[in-house]
């Protein structure tokens, strides 16, 4: 896969978070759905940001990233300030990949749970896991986003009250 197919791809999903996000805008985009452990789009879309520093910028790129990954989850703030720091991601995204070496091993270790399984083998398929994220977390901000705006529409419920 080339450099701009695999960006293709990770683009389609990135654009998609950031219109999500600017579809909502900062009140609903800081916003939980309410269903036990939901996490706000604002939040989920910081949480792939460290995604892509972690398994691209640290385990493909050989950078140092310092993590907190519960943290990511907690995550608020502005809309455009989130949408500026996802462009900047892309451009580094881009160096990244193109630096790659896809039959290399990871650069740094890989978490404990994926140490023993193909994603932690190869700078190739961590690249296939953080696009596997994204696309993953994509669809769930897709199911957010209509979750919080029918909220604002029927109330209190999370759907259109019977007839």
């Known amino acids: 896969m080339t450099t701009e197919e695999y960006l293709f791809f990770v683009d389609r999903a990135l654009d998609g978070m950031t219109a999500i996000l600017s579809e909502?805008?900062?009140e609903r985009a800081n916003r939980r759905p309410d269903l036990p452990g939901?996490?706000?789009p604002y939040a989920v879309v910081h949480h792939c940001l460290g995604v892509l520093d972690f398994w691209v910028g640290k385990l493909v790129a050989g950078r140092t990233i310092e993590r907190d990954r519960e943290a990511e989850f907690r995550a608020t703030g502005e809309v455009a300030e989130l949408i500026?720091?996802?462009?900047?991601?892309?451009?580094?995204?881009?160096e990244d990949v193109e630096a790659a070496d896809p039959r290399a091993p990871l650069r740094g270790e890989a978490p404990e749970k994926y140490r023993d399984t193909v994603v932690g083998r190869s700078q190739a398929a961590a690249l296939q896991h953080a696009y596997e994220e994204l696309a993953q977390h994509h669809g769930q901000l897709?199911?957010?986003r209509d979750l919080l705006k029918a909220k604002d529409l029927y109330g209190s419920g999370n759907t259109r009250p019977s007839a």
């Open 84 to 94: 500026g720091r996802v462009r900047a991601a892309r451009e580094r995204l881009r």
């Open 142 to 144: 897709e199911l957010t």
């Open 24 to 26: 909502l805008g900062d």
């Open 38 to 40: 939901a996490n706000s």
